[in-house]
Nanobody, 117 residues
Framework: QVQLAESGGGLVQPGGSLRLSCAVSGSFFRFYAMAWYRQAPEKQRELVAAISSGGSANYADSTKGRFTISRDNAKNTVYLQMNSLKPEDTAVYYC???????????WGQGSQVTVSS
């Protein structure tokens, strides 16, 4: 069973930065497309950023220019660097791994990010 372990969430002031990390177990990380989603209270889960197995990234309009997704295949880890954080970025952030077969994917347990003064 593939496991995803997230870390790096917390409380930050508006305008601040945080970096989330997601370590993925197993030997096939380099083949997975990876993504970060978030879910704010009483809202649907939404895509924040995604990165293909080849390293191509795309972003939600609300995070473009502020967030950067990256991956380190040697460490089986995907990152989300979040800069210029706003109160509306407050949410639980989830790491997602999509194997090439497309039959199912894997989720992390979630990491709380709170942006508040």
């Amino acid at each position: 069973q593939v496991q995803l372990a997230e870390s790096g969430g917390g409380l930050v002031q508006p305008g601040g930065s945080l970096r989330l990390s997601c370590a993925v177990s197993g030997s096939f990380f380099r083949f997975y497309a990876m993504a970060w989603y978030r879910q704010a209270p009483e809202k649907q889960r939404e895509l924040v950023a995604a990165i293909s197995s080849g390293g191509s990234a795309n972003y939600a309009d609300s995070t473009k220019g502020r967030f950067t997704i990256s991956r380190d295949n040697a460490k089986n880890t995907v990152y989300l660097q979040m800069n210029s954080l706003k109160p509306e970025d407050t949410a639980v952030y989830y790491c997602n791994a999509k194997p090439p077969h497309g039959l199912y994917d894997y989720w992390g347990q979630g990491s709380q990010v709170t942006v508040s003064s």
